[in-house]
T-cell receptor, first 115, second 111 residues
Framework: NAGVTQTPKFQVLKTGQSMTLQCAQD?????MYWYRQDPGMGLRLIYY???????DKGEVPNGYNVSRLNKREFSLRLESAAPSQTSVYFC??????????????FGPGTRLTVL | GNSVTQMEGPVTLSEEAFLTINCTYT??????LFWYVQYPGEGLQLLLK?????DKGSNKGFEATYRKETTSFHLEKGSVQVSDSAVYFC??????????FGKGTSLLVTP
């Protein structure tokens, strides 16, 4: 099992450009998440998908959109990148939603720089 | 609202020293509590967890006890190694959905 995979690993964009971050999991998990990690801020939730076909906003959704393509894949799109979106982005997944104590499994991250 | 507060780093220790990283939380209800570890250049991985009061999570020599009366989940290890150098995150989950993370504590263990 590969677990949670993310592409690309690194990306540099210019302000105003768009891009999509890809995430896939092979653990048959129902729930998937996108976080961003910034120095001194910990991880903050951007969007999550409790199950296939549903998505919900997290703490910092502005400037992002998501698509739960199928049970395996959950993509994050930046329509018009801004320097404030320079960050490391992590995708995660977990088992049945609402199960107390569900562990989240994280991908290796995408380091994004917006110039 | 729900939040997690953990001690700020960086924490620098000599090999074989005792480690404590403090973590306290605020929450409605009874959250599950977690410690995640992030090694340089990698994603987060679960270190240990506890799902109810007085539970003790343990893994790789690390321990943390869910203390409802003090709303704390402090991470401890009796003898740290150089390979424990990483960033440690305390987190809580109330519903099994997304986690609330602390800001992370960087640990550097020197030989």
């Amino acid at each position: 099992n590969a677990g949670v995979t993310q592409t690309p690993k690194f990306q540099v964009l210019k302000t105003g450009q768009s891009m999509t971050l890809q995430c896939a999991q092979d653990m048959n998990h129902n729930s998937m998440y996108w976080y961003r990690q910034d120095p001194g801020m910990g991880l903050r939730l951007i969007y999550y998908s409790a199950s296939e076909g549903t998505t919900d906003k997290g703490e910092v959704p502005n400037g992002y959109n998501v698509s739960r393509l199928n049970k395996r894949e959950f993509s994050l799109r930046l329509e018009s990148a801004a320097p404030s979106q320079t960050s490391v982005y992590f995708c995660a997944s977990s088992g049945p939603s609402g199960l107390v104590g569900s562990e989240q499994f994280f991908g290796p991250g995408t380091r994004l720089t917006v110039l | 609202g729900n939040s997690v507060t953990q001690m700020e780093g960086p924490v620098t220790l000599s090999e074989e020293a005792f480690l404590t990283i403090n973590c306290t939380y605020t929450a409605t209800g009874y959250p599950s509590l977690f410690w995640y570890v992030q090694y340089p250049g990698e994603g987060l991985q679960l270190l240990l967890k506890a799902t109810k009061a007085d539970d003790k999570g343990s893994n790789k020599g690390f321990e943390a006890t869910y203390r409802k009366e003090t709303t704390s989940f402090h991470l401890e290890k009796g003898s740290v190694q150089v390979s424990d150098s990483a960033v440690y995150f305390c987190a809580q989950s109330n519903s099994g959905y997304a986690l609330n993370f602390g800001k992370g504590t960087s640990l550097l263990v020197t030989p």
